[in-house]
């Protein structure tokens, strides 16, 4: 998906044994050294009211503490839109929630709109491999995608088309309509009141004018 759609953030409840320091070294064990996730130790105080606003719950017991392992997913606004419980996590488990919350956000003013939707297709067209772990690229969903906008796209094509032979096929029935009408009473009109040699003349005319 790229590091620079998201950020991630640990925060340590654990006061005030969740130190930075603590916390540094819990990323160096681990091997994280991502730059995009950060370690934050929060003051004590503020503890209770940060985990009860994330929905975190925990109980204290002799070995420590009792909790379920807890992801929450925020979006640019700063609003919490996911929550995934569980003791362990799969890719799986966290990109198909990601996925969902970056294809669905707005689209960023400084972002070309144009490469911003092709990198939204390809996040789409992912798939979770659960052999290898890893996510690799569904190409039969490109294929999806691209016949249904060609459907849609003919359908929109005789759609248009339907519409402008319509749209002549009145023209032409109104034309038609008006030429009767015309030339009906420019012949009766004329051939009554004038001659047999004006009479062709003036008819001739009146059809020519309509």
Request: hydrophobic share 40%; proline share 5%; net charge positive.
């Amino acid at each position: 998906m790229g590091a620079d759609r998201f950020n991630m953030i640990s925060i340590g409840f654990n006061q005030p044994f969740d130190s930075p320091a603590a916390l540094k070294d819990f990323a160096r064990q681990y091997g994280i050294r991502l730059p995009n996730w950060e370690f934050l130790s929060p003051a004590p105080a503020i503890v209770s009211d940060l985990t009860r606003n994330f929905g975190f719950s925990f109980v204290a017991t002799a070995a420590g503490f009792d909790h379920l392992n807890q992801v929450t997913m925020v979006d640019a606004d700063g609003m919490i839109v996911r929550q995934v419980y569980g003791e362990k996590f799969t890719a799986e488990d966290i990109a198909e929630p990601l996925k969902i919350l970056i294809t669905r956000s707005a689209i960023p003013p400084e972002v070309g709109t144009l490469n911003e939707l092709m990198q939204r297709v390809r996040i789409i067209c992912s798939i979770y491999d659960p052999v290898t772990g890893r996510y690799r690229t569904n190409y039969s969903l490109y294929f999806q995608i691209a016949g249904f906008i060609t459907f849609v796209g003919f359908m929109i094509y005789l759609s248009i088309n339907f519409w402008k032979n319509r749209r002549r096929h009145e023209e032409k029935n109104v034309l038609n309509s008006r030429a009767s009408r015309n030339g009906a009473s420019g012949w009766t009109s004329r051939y009554s009141a004038h001659p047999p040699n004006q009479q062709r003349a003036e008819f001739w005319f009146a059809r020519t004018s309509c």
